[in-house]
Structure formats: C-alpha cells, structure tokens
C-alpha cells in the first residue's frame, strides 16, 4: 500500500515529467493544456498499478514508476467505476474509441504469456539527468530477475529510446498510425 504522502508525490512526478508526452496528450482531452485531465489519468494509472502490479517510489521521492502485471486484472465494480471516471473527466466518451483501438494495436506487440509492463516512469523535472531514472529502472529489472517476467513497455518519446538502450532494453517493434510513432521495447531476464 503507498502512503499518502508517496502518493501525493508520485502524482507530482508523473503529472510534470509526462507534461509534454505525446501519448498522454493524445490520451487527454485537450492535450497539454488539460492539467485536470492528465492529474486524472495518472490517479487512474496510479490506483491501477496498485490494484493490478506495482508501484514504486525511490528514497529520495524524485523518481517513480507503475508497473502492470495485466495477467492479474480482473474486472469488477470498483475497475469499472474508475474506468468511466477516466473516459467522463479526462478522456472524453467520444476519444475513449479511439483510445481503446490504438491501445489494441500496440498490445499486438506484447506477449500472451505473463509480463510485466512498465506503464509509467518518470524523474521529478528538477531532478531529471541524474541517473535517478537509470537507478530506478535497474530496480525494476531486478524485480523482473525475481519473478523471471519480462519487462515491456511502449513509448514515443524519442529522447527515451536511447535511454532505454543504453539500460538492456531491446525496441522489438514500431507502431507507426496517424498521430504518433510507439517503439515498444523489452527487456528479458538472463
């Protein structure tokens, strides 16, 4: 369970790092201008990783990621509630289509067999370019060593893909569509 002050601080991580994400922006109605919007699907995301994975914040509360183990998502009337909330005060109803069908196609990318997917990880703005990020994703590799699952994750940030790289993860596909280019990378445990 995360404390409510992690919680306040991972929000704050993710909100800004993820400010200026094409993926968030396209998720939320009104982009980048939709502060409330994105605050909205980083609690979902947040409540999500909780219910569904992982949640984990460095010591010094600069640094935190979600992870989603989606063998273990299970439908129920508290998913569902938080899942209209996302589609009604962030999304919009009529993006949520949208949403779903380009969210289908990515996932052509990820396995059927267990996995764990690295659905957000962010570095407070001040404190981006320290190797906070580097740090934490190597925790997450040991954590994915443990349970011997590998990791996934979808980005399209380009300044990212070397980042990515240069820590042991592989790009295994390209989903190119209309609005953004998603490089899907994998890292495998030895």
């Known amino acids: 369970m995360v404390s409510a002050t ?4 991972i929000l704050h991580i993710l909100q800004h790092s993820f400010a200026e994400n094409k993926a968030v922006n396209f998720a939320v109605r009104g982009g980048k201008k939709n502060e409330k919007g994105r605050q909205i699907l980083m609690a979902y995301a ?3 990783a ?8 460095n010591e010094t509360r600069d640094a935190a990621a979600l992870l989603v183990e989606p063998q273990r998502k299970r439908t129920s009337r508290k998913s569902v509630l938080w899942d209209l909330r996302l589609a009604f005060r962030s999304i919009g109803i009529l993006r949520t289509a949208k949403i779903m069908k380009r969210e289908a196609q990515v996932k ?43 990791i996934y994750l979808a980005t399209s940030t380009e300044r990212n893909f070397a980042f990515y790289e240069t820590h042991g993860l592989t790009c295994t596909g390209i989903f190119s569509d209309q609005y953004y280019t998603t490089h899907i990378y994998c890292y495998s445990p030895a």
């Open 6 to 9: 992690d919680r306040q601080a």
């Open 46 to 48: 947040l409540w999500y």
């Open 50 to 57: 909780e219910s569904f994975g992982e949640v984990i914040i």
């Open 108 to 150: 052509k990318y990820f396995p059927r067999t267990p996995y764990l997917y690295l659905w957000f990880i962010g570095v407070d703005v001040q404190t981006q370019g320290q190797g906070r990020g580097g740090q934490l994703l190597s925790s997450i590799k040991e954590l994915a060593v443990a349970r011997q699952l590998p």
